[in-house]
C-alpha cells in the first residue's frame, strides 16, 4: 500500500469514498467495521495474517469485517470481534478512523470502506471460535502490541501508518469527528 498524505479530516456523514471508489474501476466498496482494541495497559490487539497458499507473505492488522445483513457498522464491529477473538466484554467508543483501500487476497481483488471504532477491554485472552474457512487458512493468530513495540516493527501493519494513529490516540485522544485516512491501494 502507498500512502500519499493524510485527507483531511471529514466527518463520518461527509465522507462517500466515491472518488476513491470511481479509481477502482467502479467495484462496489466493501462496508467494513474494524476495532482499535486496547487493554489497560494500552496495548492494541492486531491480528497476524497471510495470503492463504503462502504464509510468508503475512501482516498484522485490527480485527473487524464487513457487514452482514443488515447489521450496523457498531453491530459488525462487535461480531467480528467476537468470532475472531472471543473478546466480547468491550466498551466500543467512536470512530476514529475512515479508510478507503484495495488489495488482492484469495485471488480477488477487496475494495473496502473501512471505519475503525476505539473500544476498551479488560479482557486480554483471546480464542478465535468464529472464524470463517478463508480466515482459518489466513490467520495466524493474535498479538498485544504497545505503541512502542509497534512503532519499531519490521513486519507489514495494515493501516500503514497505524503506529502514529495509535501514539497521536494515546497522547491526544479519539478525534472530534473521525479522520479520514489516505486511500490505500496494493
Given amino acids: 500500500m502507498v500512502p500519499s498524505g493524510d485527507a483531511p479530516s471529514v466527518p463520518v456523514e461527509d465522507a462517500t469514498g466515491a472518488d476513491a471508489a470511481s479509481a477502482m474501476s467502479g467495484r462496489p466498496l466493501r462496508k467494513v467495521a474494524r476495532v482499535v482494541l486496547l487493554d489497560g495497559r494500552d496495548r492494541i ?64 481483488r477487496w475494495d473496502q470502506d473501512e471505519w475503525y471504532y476505539l473500544a476498551r477491554t479488560a479482557q486480554t485472552a483471546t480464542r478465535a471460535t468464529g472464524l470463517t474457512e478463508l480466515e482459518r487458512r489466513s490467520v495466524a493468530g493474535a498479538r498485544w502490541w504497545t505503541c512502542r513495540e509497534l512503532a519499531r516493527a519490521h513486519e507489514t501493519v495494515y493501516p500503514t501508518r497505524l503506529a502514529e494513529l495509535l501514539r497521536t490516540l494515546l497522547d491526544e485522544g479519539p478525534p472530534s469527528t473521525p479522520q479520514t485516512l489516505d486511500t490505500e491501494i496494493v
Fill in 45 to 108: 490487539l492486531l491480528l497476524h495474517g497471510h495470503e492463504p497458499g503462502d504464509p510468508a507473505d503475512d501482516w498484522w492488522f485490527t480485527p473487524g469485517g464487513g457487514l452482514e445483513g443488515d447489521e450496523t457498522r457498531e453491530q459488525a464491529a462487535l461480531r467480528e470481534l467476537a468470532e475472531e477473538t472471543g473478546i466480547t466484554d468491550v466498551e466500543l467508543g467512536p470512530v476514529l478512523w475512515r479508510r478507503v483501500c484495495s488489495f488482492p487476497f484469495a485471488g480477488e
